[in-house]
Nanobody, 124 residues
Framework: QVQLVESGGGLVQAGDSLRLSCAASGRTFSSRAMGWFRQAPGKEREFVAGISWSGATTNYADSVKGRFTISRDNANNMVYLQMNSLKPEDTAVYYC?????????????????WGQGTQVTVSS
């Protein structure tokens, strides 16, 4: 089993940057694909970014391409989401997920473990 804890959220202004962290504990962290999802009030949870177990493959939602970067540090059981040029529409609760399944990174149903979420608020 894997436990995930997100951190790094907060209140920032449009155009600012923020880095989210996901700390993982439990077994076989390095063998799991990881992803970031977000959910805004009144909306469904949506895919943001994903990364394969090795870090060789990444995938991003069109809305964040060129602005967000997902990375991982398996030696320290950490996953990061660097968010640049933040926009008010990025405001949401961001969740870190983990999966051992062979599936597209954008498929939220494939993720078995989730963190508690961290709030990101971008003001105009």
């Amino acid at each position: 089993q894997v436990q995930l804890v997100e951190s790094g959220g907060g209140l920032v202004q449009a155009g600012d940057s923020l880095r989210l962290s996901c700390a993982a504990s439990g077994r076989t962290f390095s063998s799991r694909a990881m992803g970031w999802f977000r959910q805004a009030p009144g909306k469904e949870r949506e895919f943001v970014a994903g990364i394969s177990w090795s870090g060789a493959t990444t995938n991003y939602a069109d809305s964040v391409k060129g602005r967000f970067t997902i990375s991982r540090d398996n030696a320290n059981n950490m996953v990061y989401l660097q968010m640049n040029s933040l926009k008010p529409e990025d405001t949401a609760v961001y969740y870190c997920g983990a999966t051992n399944r062979i599936a597209p990174l954008w498929n939220g149903n494939a993720y078995d473990y989730w963190g508690q979420g961290t709030q990101v608020t971008v003001s105009s």
